[in-house]
């Protein structure tokens, strides 16, 4: 498998793919190609047509776009656990990854994620903080109802713990108190734990050595 990726520091899409790949243990190439120069649209349509990254090559098979990669390696791969088997807990951890993929689009814009920014408390847009409680309320939901399980969104390690690494960064990068958004500590110990993974460590220590 090789997997396209864009500049490490900027693209939280990349991320995810990469970060489930890492996850499960297998071999993969990766290729980058860096991101916001004239020629990167460029650089990128020999790989999809939405000249975009990332892309997931395997074998004849050519997957773009980072759900559908992730998607794809569950179903190629299932005993890999990246969602888990119960039918219930697998339909509420794909529509908290597809409410990611499809929404909270001021928080994305007025917090990119930028591994290399200086930390700042960013005075935060009313609706950017719609976007933070809403994520609060989402994590606090699934945490509560399956913190038994282990200390994961869906307890056990899924793929939309890497669809939300991204967002932990911003929120240490950006400042963002939760608990001023109705966070009671359990979203800001997730966001934690999401940042000590050792994939997400690693993809940092990458990054920074890209410059």
Same mark, same amino acid.
């Given at each position: 498998?090789?997997?396209?990726?864009?500049?490490?520091?900027?693209?939280?899409?990349?991320?995810?793919?990469?970060?489930?790949?890492?996850?499960?243990?297998?071999?993969?190439?990766? =290729?980058?190609? +860096?991101?916001?120069?004239?020629?990167?649209?460029? %650089? /990128?349509?020999?790989?999809?047509? #939405?000249?975009? &990254?990332?892309?997931?090559?395997?074998?004849?098979?050519?997957?773009?776009?980072?759900?559908?990669?992730?998607?794809?390696?569950?179903?190629?791969?299932?005993?890999?656990?990246?969602?888990?088997?119960?039918?219930?807990?697998?339909?509420?951890?794909?529509?908290?990854?597809?409410?990611?993929?499809?929404?909270?689009?001021?928080?994305?814009?007025?917090?990119?994620?930028?591994?290399?920014?200086?930390?700042?408390?960013?005075?935060? =847009?009313?609706? +950017?903080?719609?976007?933070?409680?809403?994520?609060? %309320? /989402?994590?606090?939901?699934?945490? #509560?109802?399956? &913190?038994?399980?282990?200390?994961?969104?869906?307890?056990?390690?899924?793929?939309?713990?890497?669809?939300?690494?991204?967002?932990?960064?911003?929120?240490?990068?950006?400042?963002?108190?939760?608990?001023?958004?109705?966070?009671?500590?359990?979203?800001?110990?997730?966001?934690?734990?999401?940042?000590?993974?050792?994939?997400?460590?690693?993809?940092?220590?990458?990054?920074?050595?890209?410059?």
């Amino acid at each position: 498998m090789e997997l396209v990726i864009g500049t490490r520091n900027w693209s939280s899409w990349s991320m995810r793919p990469w970060l489930v790949l890492r996850r499960m243990g297998r071999p993969f190439s990766e =290729t980058l190609v +860096t991101l916001r120069r004239t020629d990167t649209s460029a %650089r /990128l349509e020999p790989y999809s047509p #939405a000249a975009q &990254a990332p892309v997931l090559k395997d074998g004849d098979v050519t997957v773009w776009d980072s759900l559908a990669i992730c998607e794809y390696l569950h179903d190629r791969i299932p005993e890999a656990g990246l969602w888990p088997g119960d039918l219930a807990k697998r339909a509420l951890g794909r529509a908290a990854v597809a409410q990611m993929h499809a929404g909270f689009q001021s928080l994305r814009g007025e917090c990119p994620m930028d591994l290399a920014a200086e930390p700042v408390v960013l005075e935060l =847009t009313e609706a +950017t903080q719609n976007d933070v409680r809403k994520m609060v %309320r /989402l994590w606090s939901m699934l945490r #509560a109802r399956f &913190a038994a399980d282990g200390p994961f969104l869906l307890g056990a390690w899924s793929i939309a713990d890497a669809y939300f690494t991204p967002v932990a960064t911003r929120f240490r990068t950006y400042g963002v108190p939760l608990t001023d958004h109705g966070d009671d500590g359990s979203c800001g110990a997730y966001a934690a734990l999401l940042l000590e993974q050792p994939e997400c460590l690693e993809w940092e220590r990458l990054a920074k050595a890209e410059g």
